[in-house]
């Protein structure tokens, strides 16, 4: 296997993990390379820091739609990095509305215009706000701008998945794909083409079956890979290529 974690958190030092032996764990069960996501601008510094130690991380910075309304620093003094592959995660939530959505909106449309100018690729959060986020992103986002971008643990409709693909987003696929009981979201999932699937842990978060109740870390993505073969009838190695090449399109990695 060569897997590509798109989306994970272990350069954040709350959770305390074991960064050499994560990268043993992820080795062994084929996972080379994964992306860093920052949610502020601390745990965006993290993941630089920690991409500038290790060959096969790599760190991905921006603000969380949750910390919109108490960020006091600019993601982009950090982007002359060289091991900085996008933006992200960033976008709207308006489930917890943490902060004011005029807020959100603000720092989102700002972010977005650091991405374009920056020519960096976008991960994208989005919860319960798909109507203003179509808005905004064609708004700002032109066919000029060659723009990439993923929508990140996407758990969404058909309606909102087709819009996605329309306009040439990847698709972020994790944990929850291997134990949710809701049929209607697994045959969305069914409906997401390979060459717009990439895996993410989002660890420590959404640990897949059969570890669930485990904190979770980049060497999952081999339980979530061999999920998806089963879900769309594919080989494993059909996903690991597929979803590979996605990611290293994406990222330019």
Request: proline share 4%.
């Amino acid at each position: 296997m060569a897997l590509i974690d798109t989306h994970c958190h272990i350069q954040d030092d709350e959770y305390n993990y074991d960064i050499p032996a994560v990268l043993d764990r992820a080795k062994s069960a084929g996972v080379e390379k994964m992306i860093c996501i920052g949610t502020d601008f601390r745990t965006s510094k993290l993941a630089v820091d920690l991409a500038e130690q290790y060959s096969q991380i790599y760190a991905v910075i921006g603000v969380h739609p949750h910390e919109t309304n108490k960020e006091k620093n600019d993601i982009e003094t950090l982007i002359a990095n060289k091991k900085i592959v996008g933006i992200g995660e960033i976008g709207l939530d308006y489930f917890y509305l943490n902060s004011p959505k005029d807020i959100q909106i603000k720092l989102l449309k700002r972010q977005l215009k650091i991405a374009i100018k920056h020519k960096l690729p976008v991960v994208f959060h989005v919860r319960d706000a798909f109507l203003d986020f179509w808005e905004i992103y064609d708004e700002i986002i032109k066919p000029e701008d060659n723009f990439r971008a993923v929508l990140h643990s996407y758990t969404d409709d058909m309606y909102n998945l087709k819009e996605a693909l329309k306009r040439g987003l990847f698709i972020g696929v994790n944990g929850i794909s291997t134990f949710t009981k809701d049929n209607s979201q697994i045959e969305v999932f069914k409906s997401i083409p390979l060459d717009s699937l990439v895996i993410e842990t989002d660890s420590p978060y959404l640990t897949p079956k059969p570890f669930r109740g485990t904190i979770n870390e980049p060497a999952y993505c081999k339980q979530i890979a061999e999920f998806w073969a089963d879900l769309l009838g594919r080989s494993i190695i059909e996903i690991e290529k597929s979803t590979t090449a996605n990611a290293n399109k994406l990222f330019n990695l």
